[in-house]
């Protein structure tokens, strides 16, 4: 520059909705030195001091604002207030999320939203087209898929969910903290190369790159949370950290199992970034988590059946179940800006996952009529006993898993209307799983030996014993296209292709995928824009998409094994092609902006691996031999119906079927076991009348129910459905206290930003949700299915200090 930089120049870029730009680059006018604007939108530079400054806000070589300040004094800091950017041309963050396939969302809209789960999944679960039907699990489904095919990133770093946990109830905490998300994105298909390799979904989040201390701490019944941030003075350091603890016994003492839960699941993590210089930032990522779930089973009481025939099971119970898993993560990522064309990432992780499940549940029932005569002094009660058995559930299960990962990404300008992004990524995986399981039920026929056995031999049921040792390399890279044809209509294509290579099965993929978008009035909002209105406020603004691709998904640890619990050779990659079309409206309605969307969607889908979902466990059956399809469209209206806080409604009609190649009972397509037909979810935010310290929020779904079958794992006779998933959150929130708006004299609560109350009800109605059911006979050799319910309704206080 020629000169000393002896002042700095520091701020914030956000787009029309509030959310953070990054990768905009902030330069004087007439000089090479510059600043990109992070994850967060923060950008700090360092500029001569006496003299008049003119400031530019360029991505791609396009110059988004140009701001002109006074002359700095020699060491001081200047920081604008929040820069927004109407950023409708080239490829920023911002545009990308809206011409692309991915949803954006500022998780802290919704600080306060119902959340069973705790983790930012309880976000994601809202999108349309995301379905769940346990509220105590942070899995989802996404369009038809499975839990298994989701993508998971945190800051480009991608993580993984626990193999042995079978119930929503045993999975704890997900690794990202809610606390520490700076923003995320979501797509539910259709997504873009440079994403990885799974059938149905990508959620990217980003951890906050802070650039001021603040503290933050929540206490609830169902555990406490703390969270600190900040940089230094020179801001070349920033840091982020936080440590959760959970326990959801509180929730867990409203199922029908009674006994002794004692659920303890805690993590900590940390995320670093050194700004070396101008050109170059060092960031690291720290993960520890250790969940326990420990259960000790006492007796059961089920209701169920009709008006006309009530029925009740009672069990006693005994014997106890242990979980555990450990879960390291660390990663370290070279960020780097060798000019205004280039940005590269140099990216390394190191996961370990260690996982054991140990139980031996013996339990003894009754099947039991019920008196239904409501004139009877008897009504409800057992009146008649035409069913006993015994079973014994017994598991001595462990797995565990490292996986080291090396990527190069990065992206070139060739110019404003071009760039290209690209990325070659090699990884090695180390699995070692022991499983050792089985059955035993004694009632009628259960434990009878078959015919070929010994009359003194004891039949067991769902036995498996196995164990393994497997290691491989996985390779993969891609290169993709941001094209604008047209500036003038932001007519925008994203062409790229991805291959991968797993040396376990010598499989080699290539999938090529493509995004279109085009605003065909574009012309005239910019010349809205031009004469000085406010981007929101646009009587109509309509963004056009399509995107298609080829999709696929190695095998990661489950699909590796058969029901018996033997390792597959040569088992291949499930794939999938994605053909989606789209629309955003954005209208103003009631002097606020609104958003309604439309995405029509079909995947085909072969090489699939048929499974069985007994509530969160998946069960592979082993082999490539199936091939399927999944169709459906998604409507969502998003809105801020009250000042800034945004609420919507979503409507997703959905079917998905397999055909399996396994003779004459799988001729024709049966429901998948994620064939939800219809979900249908509210989210409302609102303020009392004349009380905006006060907040309710509401939070309301509505889902069909899923396939099941009797026992087995003969997937032609999944034909039942399970009831209907309904359930309704409320929650109240009160401001005790905000600095910037309220004055006190004491000492202890000035140190206080804000401080907020809560109240939760969850399960308002108290409906009893069914995840799944056990299977028991009558004296007769009747199969009843018995329900086993979720949570019951309870409340929940929380209380959340920022300092």
Known sequence: MGQKRDATIKGKITDSTGAPVKDIRVKLEGQNESAVSGADGVFNLKVPGGKILTVDFLYLGLSQKQVKINALKPGQVFEFPPIMLSVK????????????????????????????????????????????????????????????????????????????????????????????????DFSAGGFEA????????????????????????????????????????????????????????????????????????????????????DKM???????????????????????????????????????????????????????????????????????????????????????????????DANFGKAINTFGYGQFLYHARDSFYAAIFSSEVKGIHTFSPTFEMLYGVKVQHEQIYATLNEYTYIDSVDYSVPQSGHPRTSIQLNDYVLSSENASWNR????????????????SNLFVGVRSNYWDYNHEMLISPRVQYSYEPNAPYNRKIIAGGYDDSLLKKHIVLKAAAGIYSQPPFFKELFAPDGTLVPGIRAQKSSHVIMSEDLTFNMWN?????????????????????????????LGNNNATGYAGGVDFQLHGNLVNEEPSWISLS???????????????????????????????????????????????????????????????????????????????????????????????????????????????????????????????????????????????????????
């Open 89 to 184: 041309m080239g490829f920023s963050d911002s545009s990308a999320k809206k011409q692309g396939a991915m949803q954006h969302m500022n998780p802290h809209n919704y600080d306060y939203v119902p959340n069973v789960s705790g983790g930012i999944e309880g976000i994601v679960k809202n999108f349309a087209g995301v379905s769940s039907n346990n509220e105590m699990s942070s899995q989802y489904s996404v369009r038809g898929g499975n839990y298994d095919e989701n993508l998971v990133y945190i800051n480009d770093i991608e993580v993984y969910r626990p193999q042995l946990v079978r119930a929503g109830q045993e999975e704890g905490l997900s690794i990202a903290n809610t606390d520490m998300v700076q923003s995320l």
């Open 194 to 277: 440079r994403y990885g390799d799974k059938l149905s979904s990508v959620l990217d989040i980003h951890y906050k790159q802070p650039d001021s201390f603040a503290l933050k701490t929540n206490l609830s019944l169902l555990g406490a949370a703390g969270e600190v941030e900040g940089t230094t003075k020179d801001h070349r350091l920033q840091y982020i950290a936080g440590v959760r603890y959970r326990n959801s016994q509180y929730l867990l003492s409203s199922l029908d199992v009674q006994g002794t839960y004692l659920p303890s699941f805690i993590d900590a993590q940390a995320y670093l970034t050194y700004h070396i210089n």
């Open 281 to 375: 930032s060092l960031s690291y990522l720290a993960y520890y988590g250790n969940n326990t779930y420990l259960s000790i089973p006492q007796t059961q009481t089920t209701q169920f059946g009709t008006a006309s025939n009530a029925v009740q099971l009672v069990i006693a119970f005994e014997g106890k179940q242990i979980l555990q898993y450990s879960t390291l993560l660390n990663g370290l990522t070279l960020d780097y800006h060798p000019d205004k064309n280039n940005d590269i990432k140099f990216i390394n992780s190191f996961y370990t996952s260690a996982e054991s499940e140990n139980y031996d549940i013996i339990g003894a029932y009754q099947l039991q009529q019920l008196d239904n005569n409501l004139g």
């Open 475 to 490: 390779y993969s890279a891609y290169a993709q296209g941001n094209i604008l044809l047209d500036k003038d209509y932001n």
């Open 592 to 620: 606020r902006p609104f958003k309604f969307t439309t995405d029509l969607y079909y995947k085909y889908m072969w090489d699939l691996i048929p499974y069985s979902i007994d509530d969160v466990h998946i069960i592979y």
């Open 653 to 803: 009609l959905l079917q998905t079927a397999e055909k399996v190649n396994g003779g004459a009972d799988y001729a024709k397509f049966i429901p998948l076991p994620t064939d939800q037909r219809l979900r249908f979810s509210m989210f409302f935010q609102d303020y009392l009348p004349g009380h905006p310290t006060y907040k309710v929020h509401l939070n309301f779904v509505f889902g069909t129910g899923l396939p099941f079958g009797p026992p087995g794992l003969n997937l032609y006779k999944d034909t039942l459905r399970l009831p209907p998933y309904k359930r309704v959150d409320i929650g109240f929130s009160k401001m005790l206290w905000n600095a910037s708006t309220q004055h006190t004299n004491s000492k202890f609560i000035g140190a206080f930003k804000s401080i907020w109350l809560s109240l939760e009800v969850f399960n308002l109605l108290n409906i009893n949700n069914t995840v799944s059911y056990l299977w028991v006979e009558d004296i007769d050799g009747n199969h009843w299915a018995v329900p086993s319910y979720l949570t019951a309704r309870r409340l929940n206080f929380s209380l959340e200090m920022k300092f």
